[in-house]
């Protein structure tokens, strides 16, 4: 009777582990995913800015 109950324990203990772990890897998902999020948002403004400076740059190169 005592190998079937340490049984139930061990699968219960697993079971939270895997819980634990499942959570921790949600959680940095969704922080990686906030980062690719504000990645993408800087890439957007450099690439803006770029052309932006771009424009001007021939607008004075013709003026000359």
Not at 10 to 22: K, Q, S, T
Request: hydrophobic fraction near 60%; proline fraction near 2%.
């Amino acid at each position: 009777m005592v190998w079937p109950m340490i049984a139930v324990a061990a699968g219960f203990v697993g079971l939270v582990v895997l819980g634990v772990l499942a959570v921790r890897v949600f959680l940095e998902a969704q922080r990686l995913g906030r980062q690719v999020s504000d990645s993408a948002r800087r890439i957007s403004r450099a690439a803006e800015d770029l052309e932006r400076a771009t424009v001007s740059a021939a607008r004075a190169a013709d003026s000359l």
